[in-house]
T-cell receptor
């Protein structure tokens, strides 16, 4: 069975500093994708970044980067130069290929608060 | 410009009623999904359709029935609403068949409150 674990229910970071949100996963699927989504207080789910299990390099998207350590089964999100608008809930998710269902398995989420 | 849209955004109703939530995507995607986010913010897949064909049907009460008239639309009909159905329901879509790891894009969500 596939599983995503986010062990930090809540995090604080000072504005302009970097923060790492942890995500570990468990799967027997040889090929999978890892995703991070942001959910601000307004409620929508915003796609941030994607990492494929066979990608050689860590994914980056602007201030977001994914620290992918395949052997450790971790896919931590790093947000550099935090902004007040980064305050939100962040979800790590995984999608395997072999099950052919395409469903995303989500972690419990981490609430990030950016302090001015 | 809206990629994945849902209506209504808020839905307040009495127990026992029947209600529908509509979803439309203009991204040309082949696959659409319904997810439920409970009061603890946990997100779980409910259904998935690929080109109007039901692919995923998780352990969901059969009071919930998805319908896909075409690949751009996926509606969710709920019969005999119960208090426990109160949640945020998200529609999502992705480009290709379910066997890939392509990104899913979410609609704004529908907050359902059952009184």
């Amino acid at each position: 069975a596939q599983k995503i674990t986010q062990t930090q229910p809540g995090m604080f970071v000072q504005e302009k500093e970097a923060v790492t949100l942890d995500c570990t996963y468990d799967t027997s699927d040889p090929s999978y994708g890892l995703f991070w989504y942001k959910q601000p207080s307004s409620g929508e789910m915003i796609f941030l970044i994607y990492q494929g299990s066979y990608d050689q390099q860590n994914a980056t998207e602007g201030r977001y980067s994914l620290n992918f350590q395949k052997a450790r089964k971790s896919a931590n999100l790093v947000i550099s130069a935090s902004q007040l608008g980064d305050s939100a809930m962040y979800f790590c998710a995984m999608r395997g290929v072999s099950s052919n269902t395409g469903k995303l398995i989500f972690g419990q989420g981490t609430t990030l608060q950016v302090k001015p | 410009d809206t990629a994945v849209s849902q209506t209504p955004k808020y839905l307040v109703t009495q127990m026992g009623n029947d209600k529908s939530i509509k979803c439309e995507q203009n991204l040309g995607h082949d696959t659409m999904y319904w997810y439920k986010q409970d009061s603890k913010k946990f997100l779980k897949i409910m259904f998935s359709y690929n080109n109007k064909e039901l692919i995923i049907n998780e352990t969901v009460p059969n009071r919930f029935s998805p319908k896909s008239p075409d690949k751009a639309h996926l509606n969710l009909h709920i019969n005999s609403l119960e208090l426990g159905d109160s949640a945020v329901y998200f529609c999502a879509s992705s480009p290709y068949r379910t066997g890939s790891t392509d990104t899913q894009y979410f609609g704004p969500g529908t907050r359902l409150t059952v009184l």
